[in-house]
């Protein structure tokens, strides 16, 4: 059986506060992005003890580091360089706190990826592959609309042509669900071109309105297909962690710029009410799930 987590910062910036709900609602582990409004590779190292302590009184495992590496423009030299530095820090802080997994991205989408656009991608994997190896780290890359590879078709192709045993994909169908009219919903294409590749699982939903809009959902009243998705799952004897990364707010729907960089007071603010929706429906989802 797959085991459940949640992104800390989709219930507080207050990481002891987050790990007791996630405690509450019987979860497995937590996925760590933002904490006390530093992203994962700002820690120094007294937030890492700090870090540590927390996790280790709460009994709960880390999952993931939820990095943001390359989310920053293909061919920018200088931000290229700053993000194998955010890789470096996020391996560092996966490791003192019992985990290789570091979620990873593709640089911001200028245009769907062509087989040339995905090979200059795969040159610039390069160093980020030399790095994994030297450490035993594994990188996970999530399909992110906002990025060039956004839907289960695309990572396909992107971890054909790289090759690498030390990247993988992290699954999340709701960001399928944003890409455009022409994509295919994730269930079930998708998700069976991936997933003898999939290391993590991202649980969010979200529709595709009748004006063209995207707009995310409580989990479960979607068009993601959650309960379809966790008896495929099931099926399939996947291991590995299902994350809840809520994205919706009831009081306020997330700006775009807060849904591609998120972090922080501002991006938590109201996400506490949300994440208790989304965890009390997975319980459901998962005892209908057969």
Not at 81 to 97: D, F, M, Q, S
Not at 188 to 196: N, Q, S, V
């Amino acid at each position: 059986m797959f085991k459940l987590a949640c992104f800390t910062d989709e219930i507080s910036q207050d990481l002891g506060h987050a790990l007791s709900v996630c405690r509450e609602f019987g979860l497995d582990g937590i996925e760590l992005r933002s904490a006390w409004a530093k992203g994962p590779h700002q820690n120094d190292a007294g937030d890492v003890a700090r870090i540590q302590s927390l996790i280790e009184a709460s009994r709960l495992d880390v999952a993931c580091i939820a990095s943001p590496f390359l989310k920053c423009d293909l061919g920018d030299e200088s931000a290229y360089r700053e993000h194998l530095t955010i890789l470096r820090r996020c391996i560092a802080l996966g490791r003192a706190l019992g985990t290789n997994l570091i979620r990873g991205f593709t640089f911001w989408r200028t245009r769907d990826p062509d087989e040339g656009l995905i090979e200059e991608i795969c040159k610039w994997f390069d160093e980020p592959l030399r790095i994994l190896d030297g450490e035993g780290a594994v990188l996970g890359i999530e399909n992110e609309a906002a990025c060039h590879i956004g839907s289960a078709q695309e990572l396909r192709r992107f971890l054909d042509r790289l090759g690498a045993d030390s990247v993988k994909a992290i699954w999340d169908p709701s960001n399928q669900v944003y890409m455009p009219d022409d994509v295919p919903l994730p269930l079930p294409d998708g998700y069976e071109l991936i997933k003898d590749d999939i290391v993590h699982i991202h649980m969010k939903d979200s529709v595709r309105l009748p004006d063209g809009e995207r707009t995310h959902t409580p989990v479960g009243e979607g068009q993601v297909g959650w309960r379809e998705q966790f008896a495929a799952l099931r099926r399939d004897g996947y291991r590995g962690y299902c994350s809840l990364e809520t994205h919706w707010r009831p009081s306020a729907e997330l700006t775009a710029e807060l849904m591609n960089q998120p972090g922080g007071e501002k991006y938590t603010e109201g996400a506490e009410a949300g994440s208790r929706i989304c965890l009390t429906n997975i319980q459901g989802l998962l005892r209908e799930a057969v």
